[in-house]
């Protein structure tokens, strides 16, 4: 097994469009408590061989939203200490269901997407519920290792419209998996990614969609190759170029390297 330090760094920002910020991150059971905060980052680096990290993406509006992004990061607290390969369809279950409790009691629909990665040892896997992503860096070339659950993708998959179609596509916004949604509506069912062998200089992006809505993936692939520059300084140009771009949402990223 590699000897590897894991460096990682989070930003939320409202944007310029927003008044509340209903996105929240994931690092090693830190995560965003105040939904009043429009801007907050974290970060973190350490020689530890693993590590669980995710941005969730909530929806509903007067602050049901932030609450259903907040409850899936806190309950993912609670698996910090497990291996997420085993105990993933447990945690998508456990979280659903409390946020499906919410909405009985709140009497207002709301959810979140959520986009993980996992670390353990030398090897990576993602897995993700929604359209928040995960993208893979290595060498300069990038991979998106998530699958949007949208109605766009999924005419992408039976061949009715090009991957290029999708990204204007009108139902590139509507989801067909989130956390949030009735037993009787549908299964909740994660994407797993394959599994990574990690790498030295290897580089991973967890995201919402402020983010990739405001920035294309040839301009990701080109912060994420800055030389000489940590996690902290690629999480803040990326946050940066989604505000420049318009700001139209909250945008989430985290980003992860590995030495």
Known sequence: MI???IESAAITHVGLVRTNNEDNYYINGKFKRDNNIP????SDTSNRDWGIYAVCDGM?????????SMIAVAVLAEYQDTDLRESIYD??????SIICGEIKKNGARSGTTIAM???DGNKAVSFNIGDSRVYFLRKDELYLVSEDHTEAQEMVKRGLITDEEAKTHKSKHKLTQHLGVFPEENNVEPYISQEIKLKKNDMFLICSDGLTDMVGDD??????STEKTDAVGIAKMLSAAAQSYGGKDNATVVVVKVY
């Open 3 to 5: 000897i590897i330090t």
């Open 219 to 224: 301009e990701i692939r080109m912060i994420l």
């Open 91 to 96: 945690y998508v279950d456990r979280a659903n």
């Open 39 to 42: 801007t907050e980052g974290y």
């Open 117 to 119: 990665l996992y670390i």
């Open 60 to 68: 509903g509006g007067e602050n049901y939203g932030e609450l259903a």
